[in-house]
């Protein structure tokens, strides 16, 4: 392929261009077929993969603690499908490992209270944590390296949800409390407006050290 500059400009010459879109075009070709590898990988995942659900419980009264400190109720449920698919990854230097995949679904609830629940908001001390609620869908994707230094491990995640009323955890705390004779909260009349919230979090273990 030839690339000619018709006229000269500031802006790049003709065969700086030809050069930018074949780059691009590479990389969209590369982007293109590791967006196929994924589909296909978790296509296979939900088609073969053994599910796993899972549920996970905080509560402040687990610690025996006398208050409804700043977080008070933490419920998460996960539904995890891993890949029954590995992939061989050439290293730099020559050596091989194997990539598995664990594509994951969750759903939570957190809830936070200042110390006293039994005070009114206008007692409540200035530095206090607001009354709040965090509701969240969230996606992951575990990938899990088998090699010599005892494998690496990272998880990228994406959770979407809202802040506020929204939460339903006045609700869900207030029907709790009744049930187990617990005081009634003073101050959801006072928490967090409604926000939507988006998080994108990483966590990376390099394996053994």
Not at 23 to 32: D, E, G, L, Q, R
Not at 96 to 120: A, C, K, M, N
Request: aromatic content about 10%; charged content about 20%; overall charge neutral.
């Amino acid at each position: 392929m030839r690339c000619t500059s018709l006229f000269r400009s500031p802006w790049p010459s003709g065969k700086g261009l030809c050069a930018l879109a074949l780059a691009c075009t590479v990389a969209s070709a590369a982007t293109a077929r590791a967006e196929a590898n994924l589909a296909d990988d978790l296509r296979r995942a939900l088609e073969a993969g053994r599910p796993t659900l899972g549920m996970e419980w905080d509560n402040d009264a687990f610690g025996f603690s006398r208050d409804d400190g700043s977080y008070s109720n933490g419920v998460r449920f996960t539904l995890r499908y891993a890949s029954p698919d590995t992939h061989t990854v050439r290293r730099d230097d020559g050596t091989t490992s194997l990539q598995r995949h664990v594509y994951g679904l969750r759903l939570g609830q957190h809830i936070y209270t200042p110390s006293d629940i039994d005070l009114p908001p206008a007692a409540l001390p200035p530095a206090e944590r607001p009354y709040a609620g965090y509701l969240y869908l969230g996606a992951s994707r575990d990938t899990f390296w088998s090699e010599g230094n005892g494998g690496r491990y990272l998880r990228l995640a994406l959770d979407v949800g809202c802040i506020g009323p929204c939460s339903g955890a006045e609700e869900l705390q207030r029907a709790v409390h009744g049930w187990v004779g617990s005081s009634e909260p003073q101050g959801w009349s006072q928490q967090i407006r409604n926000e939507p919230t988006l998080q994108l979090s990483a966590e990376y273990s390099p394996g053994r050290w």
